[in-house]
């Protein structure tokens, strides 16, 4: 029945007008297949939405069309043709959208009055109409209630402009009320001044803030920049409903000096408590239910860091010292990150902690003066205890030895004592080969040596080297050398090793594959040095590095970045003193350390493994190269089934690419520096992926149709799904691996080239 609706669709369509589509020279191509299949998509929606057909024969006829264009291709003719239509840079241009106040300045005139003069802009373009005072507010320490106050100021704020100039003008006078003149100078006492401005019925992109600090800020326990190193400005202005897109109460604070005016902690209001629900957020993926209710409301957040690190957001000495302090060590406190007491690890024996609740004083125990118990700054230091040991890998010294085809790697580790990131003369060098005194760095163990409690804990030492194809800058296969390697005996093992004590370093001779480097016409390769040390049974990370190499011994230049570490750090982890910056990948696994591999921030080192010449495994519709799947899981698009249909709650702006690249590092892909990639088909009904759907793809369709294919799966829009594969079948390139290799592909689009 299907097969018959989609018969007879394809044959309406095929009468229609010709199509034509771009050629890789900008040139009119072939016709285009694409348009034609979302016009056959187009009226299968039709159909579903008038009740012609059901939502499982939309399905239907979708997988079918989908099976028919991946099975009609079976050579490649054209390589990508994107940046003949597409700008990237200009398709993801963010524009904010809405009002933000440009220029705003205090003046304090006396102890009741003050002046804030500002200009309000929309992308760059100043605002003109008349303005008034939605809400406003002084934020203070009230030693009175020994807590922080909010107080209302609405009556007492004039606003008048804008000028010629466009600046509009605030004057604050608090003299006529006594009770708020008796708690505070405007002269002397540390006040936040908050005023949200709008007009008469606007709509919520009218509205704006202006939040101001005198003399000093009255709370340093958190700060903007605190909430904006993973944010960025985007924390509330698109909408804190992504299906309706609701601004938050009418307006579009940014970060947490204008949260926390309203939701103070001493407020035990609805709703109010800022710490509670910061905390409970961004912890709640972690709680035994896989969700946390914070103020009624229900959130299940995956941190992107450990949650130990609680510099990341008290990020000054001043505020860190404060969030650790003894008078934090209360039960309300604990339990706004921790999920009752079950969460908690090496509770002693001999004390029951479970009776224990508000009305116990922590600080009995629990403190410098009693010393009985650790203190909250003992268990809680700022930064979780793996990021602390300042172990820093050096960067690997590569030479190749072109007679015997093989490359010789200098590589070790040393602990940073200065924390300068670079070795200097008082650092200690680390022998990366003894595994004798456990109370030293171990380098060289698997996951099996690291079993605690059935909990592969981590990885040791893996060299890795990386094949970059057809002169591109993209690796397209990879070796890796263990410790099964790294510890042979015999000289002649490609991975053999021997340590110098002399200069603290390790040489690892590895013989390069030839077949590689033949096959995919390889002449330039990457080594990366990923695993972590362990210490005392513990975790020690270390930042995995990186060194490129020509294969014929010649100086090599590096590749460009196209994502930026740093960036990626900002959300994943910068606190550490030294040397152990950046997300921590496959940690604590199953016993038999499912992945085997841990890697530190670096995304050059995840690319050597995370490369095109294989399929997601995780993902429908995504490569395992790192772009790829990179982009699937900030989409928020769910692992399939047969892995839980795990998600992340990304905690930025999807469309916005700066987030992670740099300007200029995002445009549609160059056909002669980048490779295509293996594509997964879509998920069955078991929530396994098929081998047999996959498919090889230009590096445009690898790289941004990963992130627009997610969207659609994520919204559940299969037809889009299929319309994005018919246009990169008809403006590059989609074929089936049971019609031609991943090899065969590449060979065939560089000889077009």
Not at 75 to 89: G, K
Not at 137 to 164: C, E, H, K, M, Q
Not at 423 to 435: A, S
Request: aromatic share 8%; glycine share 8%.
């Amino acid at each position: 029945m299907l097969k018959r609706i989609l018969f007879i669709i394809l044959i309406a369509f095929t009468c229609s007008a010709l199509l034509t589509g771009c050629g890789k020279d900008g040139s009119d191509g072939a016709d285009g297949a694409d348009a034609d299949t979302d016009a056959i998509i187009a009226e299968l929606k039709a159909q579903l939405e008038s009740g012609e057909i059901t939502i499982a024969q939309y399905e239907e006829a979708i997988a079918e069309l989908e099976a028919q264009l991946t099975a009609a291709t079976k050579t490649v003719s054209n390589t990508e043709s994107c940046s003949v239509c597409h700008d990237s840079a200009e398709l993801h241009e963010v524009t904010v959208g809405l009002y933000e106040a440009t220029g705003a300045t205090l003046t304090v005139t006396s102890a009741t009055t003050a002046t804030v003069t500002f200009k309000a802009a929309k992308d760059g373009v100043n605002r003109t109409d008349a303005i008034g005072l939605r809400h406003g507010s002084l934020y203070f320490y009230d030693s009175a209630n020994s807590g922080y106050n909010r107080y209302g100021i609405d009556s007492y704020v004039t606003t008048t402009g804008p000028d010629a100039n466009g600046t509009y003008t605030s004057v604050i006078d608090i003299s006529a009320d006594t009770a708020l003149t008796a708690k505070i100078n405007l002269l002397t006492t540390n006040v936040r001044y908050w005023l949200s401005y709008g007009n008469s019925g606007a709509t919520n992109t009218n509205n704006f803030e202006v939040v101001e600090n005198y003399p000093a800020s009255p709370n340093t326990s958190i700060t903007d920049e605190s909430c904006l190193t993973c944010h960025s400005d985007f924390i509330w202005q698109y909408g804190t409903n992504k299906a309706t897109n609701a601004y938050h109460h009418g307006s579009t604070p940014k970060g947490a000096e204008s949260c926390i005016v309203c939701h103070s902690r001493y407020d035990s209001g609805s709703g109010k408590n800022f710490m509670k629900y910061v905390h409970g957020i961004h912890s709640s993926g972690e709680a035994e239910a896989g969700y946390k209710t914070v103020n009624s409301k229900s959130f299940s957040v995956h941190y992107p860091q450990s949650l130990a690190n609680c510099v990341t957001c008290h990020n000054s000495d001043d505020s860190l010292e404060a969030a650790t302090d003894d008078s934090q060590f209360t039960y309300e406190v604990c339990m706004t990150c921790h999920d009752g007491w079950s969460s908690f690890d090496d509770l002693p024996s001999a004390i029951d902690h479970t009776a224990y609740g508000t009305a116990t004083t922590c600080t009995t125990c629990h403190s410098n003066a009693a010393g009985i118990a650790p203190t909250f700054a003992d268990l809680h230091t700022g930064v979780e205890k793996a990021r602390t040991h300042n172990i820093v890998y050096y960067t690997p010294e590569i030479t190749v030895d072109t007679a015997n085809s093989k490359i010789s790697v200098v590589w070790g580790a040393f602990t940073d004592n200065d924390e300068s990131g670079t070795y200097t003369t008082g650092d200690t060098f680390l022998d990366v080969t003894q595994t004798a005194d456990t109370t030293k760095p171990i380098f060289m163990q698997s996951y099996t040596d690291r079993v605690v409690d059935g909990v592969a804990k981590s990885d040791g030492v893996r060299i890795l080297v990386g094949y970059y194809g057809f002169g591109t800058q993209d690796v397209v296969a990879y070796d890796g050398y263990t410790k099964t390697n790294l510890t042979t005996t015999s000289s002649s093992t490609s991975g053999y090793t021997t340590y110098n004590s002399t200069t603290g370093k390790a040489t690892t001779t590895i013989a390069l594959k030839t077949a590689n480097i033949t096959s995919y016409e390889v002449t330039k390769g990457i080594v990366g040095i990923i695993g972590i040390p362990f210490v005392d049974g513990e975790n020690a990370y270390v930042t995995s590095v990186t060194k490129e190499f020509n294969i014929d011994g010649s100086a090599v230049t590096a590749r460009t970045a196209v994502a930026n570490n740093d960036k990626c750090d900002a959300c994943h982890t910068s606190v550490a003193p030294s040397g152990a910056n950046g997300i921590a990948i496959h940690l604590n696994e199953d016993s038999s350390g499912a992945h085997g591999h841990t890697a530190i921030g670096n995304v050059d080192t995840c690319r050597i493994c995370h490369n095109s010449g294989s399929a997601a495994g995780h993902y429908a519709q995504q490569s395992r190269s790192i772009d790829s799947y990179l982009h699937a899981i900030h989409a928020e698009q769910p692992t399939t089934a047969a892995y839980d249909s795990f998600t992340i709650k990304y905690p930025n702006y999807i469309k916005d690419c700066t987030v992670c690249h740099d300007s200029g590092t995002y445009e549609a892909p160059s056909q002669t520096n980048a490779v295509g990639g293996v594509v997964s088909g879509s998920e069955q009904s078991d929530g396994t992926l098929l081998s047999a759907d996959q498919t090889v793809n230009g590096p445009g369709a690898v790289a941004c149709g990963s992130c627009h294919k997610a969207m659609a799966i994520v919204s559940g829009d299969s037809g889009t799904v299929t319309s994005i594969n018919a246009h990169t079948a008809s403006f590059g390139y989609r074929v089936s691996i049971s019609n031609m290799t991943f090899l065969e592909v590449l060979q065939a689009v560089f000889d077009l080239l």
